[in-house]
């Protein structure tokens, strides 16, 4: 089987797919600040990284893939304080997923699996309340792997499972192997660490970045990064997006 990127496609080619056996995988990021140094399509870069990852290495697997558009609009309220932020309803994020999968179940697609990099707690709800509502609305099955829980967090190396990974060397790397043009290296080498836990901060009730302690948008530490490291995040990345689309097949 191969893969294929739906905007690419016509629609005669598209109708002549084997879609009962072919997977959709919908990259899903947002537009936020990411540190002085990275740029606001962060998220997106690296779920459209995981969602390729992943389909090569079902590919390989003889399984059918469709990657889709990726979703770059979604609720983004820890950055929202962050010129270039935009941000929506966790409702409308729900809604639009459900809608997706309502259409690709209309057109026997097998599988919706979703390929997120964004990790704000209002997103996070909203895509697990679009996996329940598909499923009780008896639509295709929704796939969403949940990077900040196991067993996929401790995948991901020490910065990310520490929580002090918003464009800190985490996602620095992945930019840097992805799109390394887009990276302000000369910013991110003078940045020093910043070792303040995003998730122990929204577990103590925090709502912004400012208020958990990035007042630049950035947790962690982006001078720490390297393509090599982005090499293996990415693998990481798609392995999960591989094993959790297998696991529903």
């Known amino acids: 089987m191969q893969v294929y990127e739906l905007a690419q496609l016509t629609w005669e080619e598209v109708r002549d ?8 995988v919908l990259p899903v990021g947002a537009i936020e600040a990411h540190g002085p140094h ?14 390729r990852s992943g389909a090569q290495r079902l590919g390989t697997r003889g399984k059918g893939v469709l990657i889709l558009p990726s979703l770059a609009y979604t609720a983004a309220e820890f950055g929202a304080g962050f010129a ?5 309803s966790a409702v409308t994020v729900t809604a639009l997923i459900v809608d997706i ?3 690709l179940t209309d057109q026997r697609f097998q599988l919706l699996a979703i390929a997120n990099a964004h990790l704000d707690p209002e997103h996070l709800t909203a895509l697990n309340e679009a996996v329940k509502l598909a499923r009780a609305d008896r639509l295709l099955p929704v796939v969403f792997p949940d990077l900040t829980r196991k067993p996929w967090a401790s995948r991901l ?27 302000r290296d000369e910013v991110r080498q003078s940045l020093a660490p910043n070792p303040q836990s995003l998730s ?15 007042p630049r948008a950035y947790f962690g530490d982006p001078a720490a990064a390297s393509v090599d490291e982005g090499a293996t995040l990415v693998d ?12 529903a097949l």
């Open 200 to 214: 122990h901060a929204i577990r103590e009730g925090k709502h912004t970045f400012a208020e958990a302690g990035g």
């Open 101 to 103: 999968a309502r259409s």
């Open 38 to 51: 990275l740029p606001l399509d962060t998220d997106v870069v690296i779920a459209t990284t995981m969602a």
């Open 17 to 24: 797919l084997d879609r009962a056996h072919t997977v959709a």
């Open 157 to 183: 190396g020490e910065e990310f499972k520490s929580g002090a990974c918003h464009a800190g060397q985490f996602e620095t790397s992945i930019v840097l192997h992805e799109r390394v043009d887009a990276v």
């Open 84 to 88: 270039g932020t935009l941000s929506v």
């Open 236 to 247: 990481a990345l798609g392995a999960i997006l591989e094993e959790a689309v297998l696991a």
